[in-house]
């Protein structure tokens, strides 16, 4: 594992309990930052934290209410310093299903978490980085979003959503220390699995020209880099970790 410097840096981790998000923790912490998970199921969320050590505080977290995120910050930034890197890596994948028979009520909940809650988690803690005039923010995509998933049309909508959120704040703050990207993973076999048909877990596959998923690691170290002051000449960035997949 290459080694970052993140030494004296306060990370929160949107979804940080498990997958993606907890893998970044891990390897954030080994280099040196101290990790708050923001989860909305609290219980797992502190079990990971206890397993993570005493560099790793849980704070439960409802990315789609801005009460629950504030909330969420203040507790960290009283435990463990002001925040200077956010990882917004809490998502959903919604039913699989065409557009003509998605349901209505699930469209708004996909839209909700994966596209909102990443705004809302960023509208937190960028006030602070500005006073500060430092900051990193990395908010998890999807290749989805640059191609469009047949049968996962919420998703893909929302994910490309947070391309376009990542393009926008990138720009606003490009003037000050604040670089703000996003990551593209193709599928990465985590428990959000569990929601999707099988079907579609094999066409993901399918799709992939390194013929197999990604690993949490792999996009915790891309992810990592971003984070990381080595990253200062990149903002609004769309980083592909595909296995080929993505053709721009």
């Known amino acids: 594992m290459n080694q970052l410097d993140l030494n004296g840096q306060v990370a929160a981790i949107t979804g940080g309990a498990r997958g993606i998000g907890f893998a970044v923790a891990k390897r954030m912490i080994a280099s040196g930052a101290k990790v708050a998970l923001w989860d909305l199921d609290l219980a797992v ?45 809490a998502g959903i994948t919604g039913p699989n299903t065409t557009v003509d028979q998605y349901p209505i009520d699930a469209w708004r909940q996909v839209i909700d978490v994966d596209l909102t809650g990443v705004f809302l988690s960023c509208r937190s803690v960028v006030p602070g980085m500005k006073a500060r005039n430092y900051g990193r923010i990395v908010n998890i995509a999807s290749v989805a979003g640059k191609e469009g998933n047949p049968n996962a049309s919420a998703y893909s909508s929302a994910k490309a959503g947070v391309i376009g959120l990542t393009k926008s704040l990138g720009k606003e703050l490009a003037t000050t220390k604040i670089c703000v990207n996003c ?51 990149s903002t609004g960035g769309v980083f592909d970790i595909s296995g080929g997949r993505a053709t721009y």
Do not use: Y
């Open 45 to 89: 969320a502190e079990e990971s934290a206890r397993a993570l050590g005493a560099s790793a505080f849980a704070a439960r977290c409802e990315v789609t209410s801005w009460e629950s995120i504030e909330a969420a910050r203040t507790a960290t930034e009283a435990k463990l310093g002001p925040v200077s890197i956010l990882v917004a890596s």
């Open 183 to 233: 990551v593209t993973p193709a599928a990465v076999e985590t428990d959000i699995f569990k929601q999707m048909t099988q079907q579609h877990i094999d066409f993901m596959k399918s799709k992939i020209p390194m013929n197999r998923f990604g690993t949490v690691d792999e996009v915790a170290s891309l992810v990592c880099w971003l984070a990381s002051p080595d990253c200062s000449f």
